[in-house]
Structures are given as C-alpha cells and as structure tokens.
C-alpha cells in the first residue's frame, strides 16, 4: 500500500498521540480522523492538522481510517480495542511497550492486521513532533504492515527493531531500566547532598555531569568511558564510601552496594583493573558489617 493510499486515523489525543500525528503530518501521511474521550482534546489536536474530523468516539475513527494507531493510556488499550468494529484488511496498532499485541486479538478476529508501534522516548518528553527523529521505533506486526510501519518509522527520521512477542518483555525492562530507573538514581544521589545543602541544589549541580557521562556514552561508548574509584581499583575510597554511609545514609547502602558490583564487570571490560582486584572489591562489596 502507498503512503497516499493511506488514511490514518488517532485514537487517544494525548502526548503520544498529539506527537506521533503530528510527526506524521509532516512526514506527509494523511492523518484523517482524531478520536479522544475528551472531545477538547481531539479538536485541539485537529486544529494542528489540515482537514481533520475530532470526535469523542474511537468508532468514528474505524469507519474512517484504514491505518489506526490506539495511542491511549495503557490501561485502556484493550477497552478501546474491544469497543471498535473493523473491516478485512484494516491495520490497527497501538503504541505501548509493555502491552502485548494480543489486546487487539478482537480486532484481528474480525479481519484486520494488527501490531505495535512504539517509539522508545520517555512520555513526558512527546509533547511535539521535533522529538521523533533520531529516536528508535519497536516494531512487532507481519506483512504487509511490518513494511508499512518500518517505512513510516524511516519517514519520521527514526530507527526501527523488529520485535517478537517474546522479545517484549525484555525490551521494556531494558526501558525501564534506563529511564525510569535513571530517575530514582538521580534522585537517591541528590537526596545524599540534604546535610549540607538541598536536593534542588543537588540537582543542577549534578545535571552536567550526567549530561557529560550520556556525552561520553555516546562519543566512546561503555565501559571506555567508566571513571571512578572502582573502574580504578581504588579499594580505600569504597570502603570510604562504604563507612561513611554506613554512619550517615544507611538508606544508600544497598544501593551503592547493588551499582558497585555491577559495575566491577565494567572496570575489568576496561582493564582499569584485573581478576585480583575486582574479587577484593566484590568481596569489600558484599561483605556486611
């Protein structure tokens, strides 16, 4: 099928949708209809495109669309899914990396090719079209949509990987694992500065470093770009670390505990430091006193 030959249709007005039709527009598919429970929603959205119909009604965006991406909160995924009547040959997706694709079983009942589109950003940040190139798009759907959706992820400017049911589970964690998780570092770190200064304070002192070190992971890559007192083998400074939050943030412990070892196989990928001292720093480590 042609990108002309396209109709889509939006189910879900939020930041998902709002970037994901946006970015389509601009990439020159034809986004048609735009359905949202709240009807404000949808004509917002529509009124950044050209000629779009807003409807507080996912149906009126099967009747319409022959490509509908469901871009609605997870938790209503199935229930919008399970709403909709479809006709053979119509392809419906939703964008989610932790729903399977077989909350659309009811619409791949009645005839249409169904999939997943998700482009791994974080929500909070697809609040505009500009946020999708460069950005990788999860791809799980059979031919003829799998081409379909690899050729839309290219016309956005993205990557794409192709991903197996079985693969999904994975891929998320490996998400979760780098944003979400990434959040609760950052803010264990800053909670340490609260004897001598403020978490906020904390924060933008510590926001270039963090930048620096997605810097260098790009630029060199890991573990070439680890520093720090393991990747040195500098046992006297983890342990150090080890009393003084033993004595000031026995909160911190287990944290810090947990990131050392898995970091220790890094130092030695590097060769910042051999066999021998990676056992002392694993046994400095997990040793508890």
């Known amino acids: 099928m042609t990108i002309r030959a396209l109709r889509i249709g939006i189910i879900g007005a939020g930041k998902m949708g709002t970037a994901l039709a946006l970015g389509l527009d601009q990439a020159g598919y034809a986004v048609t209809a735009v359905a949202s429970r709240s009807l404000d929603s949808a004509r917002l959205l529509a009124g950044k495109l050209s000629s779009v119909a807003a409807s507080g009604n996912p149906q009126s965006v099967a009747d319409s669309a022959n490509l509908i991406f469901i871009t609605t909160p997870d938790g209503i995924i199935a229930e919008v899914a399970a709403s909709l009547k479809v006709c053979p040959g119509q392809m419906v997706c939703h964008v989610s990396a932790a729903t399977p694709v077989d909350v659309l079983n009811h619409l791949?009942?009645?005839?249409?090719?169904?999939g997943v589109f998700h482009p791994l950003q974080s929500a909070g940040s697809l609040e505009k079209a500009s946020i999708l190139p460069g950005i990788t798009?999860?791809?799980?759907?059979?031919?003829?949509?799998?081409e379909i959706l690899k050729t839309m992820a290219s016309r956005l400017g993205g990557r794409v990987i192709e991903l197996s049911a079985s693969d999904r589970v994975l891929y998320h964690i490996s998400a979760i694992l780098a944003s979400n998780y990434l959040v609760t570092l950052i803010d264990r770190a800053a909670g340490l500065w609260q004897?001598?200064?403020?978490?906020?304070q904390a924060v933008t002192a510590l926001l270039p470093l963090i930048r620096g070190t997605v810097d260098n992971i790009e630029a060199i890559g890991a573990p070439a770009c680890l520093t720090g007192p393991i990747s040195r083998g500098d046992t006297s400074?983890?342990?150090?670390?080890?009393?003084?939050?033993?004595?000031?943030a026995p909160d911190g412990l287990n944290i810090y505990r947990a990131m050392g070892l898995e970091t220790i196989p890094l130092a030695v990928a590097k060769g910042g430091i051999g066999n021998d001292k990676a056992a002392m720093l694993k046994e400095l480590l997990e040793t508890r006193s």
């Open 108 to 114: 791949s009942d009645q005839g249409a090719f169904t």
């Open 137 to 146: 798009f999860a791809i799980e759907a059979s031919i003829p949509l799998l």
């Open 195 to 200: 004897g001598f200064s403020t978490k906020e």
């Open 237 to 248: 400074t983890v342990q150090r670390h080890l009393t003084t939050l033993t004595d000031k």
